[in-house]
């Protein structure tokens, strides 16, 4: 695990903290929270909570089966949600007792790869290996809306990474077949289409505008 500042006056990144050992194995997913900690998720199965500033290791969550895929906080720190290769999603609480998760999601298979938390906080979506985005309501943990996330057939339709705009209004996707896609939230409809890769889109992130 590396923290990087920029460099003053030559726009370089170097490396100005730093956590050897981290996981056991590779690191799949890491955020910032709004909270001054940093979430990462790894193979180990394991999802980690550090101090922001000192790297210092706060949480050890261990339930995720077979591979932490995606980690990501909500708008306050104060919840954490992850999704692994057994397709369930998980909420923790960094800051209670214990490191039981608060509340899951059984996705079922092939149902759960990456997730983004709406701006609001109340529902989380995932993209799944078999193209779709799933919408859940965090408090019932039940699928309220699920729509075609991808422009791709077959195992190119796999949604890789999803994102939630700033004001909630539209999700981006990007696809196993290297395409990025816009759609209404609440419609599903497809808004925009952006070829540019030629291979997956294993992350993708709006700016803070929504432009």
Same mark, same amino acid.
């Given at each position: 695990?590396?923290?990087?500042?920029?460099?003053?006056?030559?726009?370089?990144?170097?490396?100005?903290?730093?956590? &050897?050992? &981290?996981?056991?194995?590779?690191? +799949? $997913?890491? &955020?910032? /929270?709004?909270?001054?900690?940093?979430? %990462?998720?790894?193979?180990?199965?394991?999802?980690?909570?550090? !101090?922001?500033?000192?790297?210092?290791? =706060?949480?050890?969550?261990?339930?995720?089966?077979?591979?932490?895929?995606?980690?990501?906080s909500d708008s306050t720190?104060? /919840?954490?949600?992850? @999704? @692994?290769?057994?397709?369930?999603?998980?909420? *923790?609480?960094?800051?209670?007792?214990?490191?039981?998760?608060?509340?899951?999601? !059984?996705?079922?298979?092939?149902?759960?790869? %990456?997730? @983004?938390?709406?701006?609001?906080?109340? %529902?989380?979506?995932?993209? /799944?290996?078999?193209?779709?985005?799933?919408? +859940? !309501?965090?408090?019932?943990?039940?699928?309220?809306? $699920?729509?075609?996330?991808?422009?791709?057939?077959?195992?190119?339709?796999?949604?890789?990474?999803?994102? *939630?705009?700033?004001?909630?209004?539209?999700?981006? %996707?990007?696809?196993?077949?290297?395409?990025?896609?816009?759609? !209404?939230?609440?419609?599903?409809? =497809? &808004?925009?289409e952006f070829e540019g890769?030629?291979?997956?889109?294993?992350?993708?992130? +709006?700016?803070?505008?929504?432009?």
């Open positions: 695990l590396r923290a990087m500042a920029i460099t003053e006056g030559r726009g370089m990144m170097a490396v100005s903290r730093h956590v &050897a050992q &981290a996981h056991e194995d590779g690191i +799949w $997913s890491c &955020a910032w /929270t709004k909270a001054g900690q940093i979430v %990462t998720g790894s193979v180990d199965e394991c999802c980690n909570v550090w !101090d922001a500033s000192s790297l210092a290791q =706060k949480k050890n969550f261990k339930k995720n089966l077979l591979g932490v895929v995606s980690v990501v720190g104060g /919840t954490i949600a992850t @999704s @692994s290769i057994d397709s369930v999603l998980r909420f *923790y609480d960094p800051r209670g007792e214990g490191s039981e998760p608060k509340g899951h999601i !059984d996705a079922g298979p092939v149902e759960a790869w %990456t997730l @983004s938390f709406h701006p609001d906080d109340k %529902t989380v979506i995932s993209g /799944t290996q078999k193209g779709t985005v799933n919408v +859940w !309501d965090v408090e019932s943990c039940q699928k309220t809306q $699920s729509f075609k996330g991808s422009s791709g057939e077959g195992v190119d339709a796999f949604v890789m990474s999803v994102a *939630y705009s700033p004001d909630g209004a539209q999700i981006a %996707t990007g696809g196993l077949n290297g395409a990025i896609n816009v759609w !209404d939230a609440k419609s599903g409809d =497809k &808004a925009a890769h030629e291979l997956p889109v294993r992350s993708i992130s +709006w700016s803070p505008d929504g432009q």
